[in-house]
């Protein structure tokens, strides 16, 4: 629980470079000697959890690939309560870090113009009343 706390916290940070692998599921980081995996799949129906709901799992890779150690949300949740959400908002953030996420949109709104050139942009009912910020 200690290292998936201590990889959400950076990741946020963005202090954990995370790069792509051939999975599009997966995301990864390296380490000297061992690598971190982070992925989600989806489970067949076993009539214990809900097969829409993805399962998050991280595992810990040696040099020639072998899994060392791997753990999912529900084995987490023991001790961090809200494991799913720690783990997809980690993935997330891996996910946009690795693609270039924030490069690619400034890059756009580059081409787009300056933001003088634009009336202020309305917030949405739902997010305004929540107080939510825009994902761009």
């Known amino acids: 629980a200690e ?5 959400s916290v950076l990741t946020e940070r963005k202090q954990i470079q995370w ?8 995301f990864q980081c390296s380490f000297p000697g061992y690598s971190i995996v ?3 799949h989806y489970i067949e129906p076993d009539g214990f959890r809900d097969p829409e709901v993805p399962v998050w ?3 810990i890779r040696d040099r020639k690939g072998t899994i060392v150690e791997s753990v999912n949300d529900d084995e ?7 494991a799913s959400r720690v783990m997809r908002d980690m993935w997330d953030s891996a996910r946009r870090q690795a693609l270039g996420v924030e490069a690619a949109v400034d890059q756009l709104l580059g081409y787009l113009g300056g933001p003088e050139q634009f009336p202020p942009m309305p917030a949405p009912e739902n997010h305004a009343k929540n107080g939510d910020d825009l994902p761009f």
């Open 57 to 59: 799992g991280l595992s």
């Open 3 to 7: 290292l998936v706390y201590r990889l």
């Open 19 to 26: 790069e792509r692998t051939p999975d599009d599921a997966e």
């Open 38 to 40: 982070l992925a989600f």
């Open 76 to 82: 987490l949740r023991e001790f961090i309560p809200a």
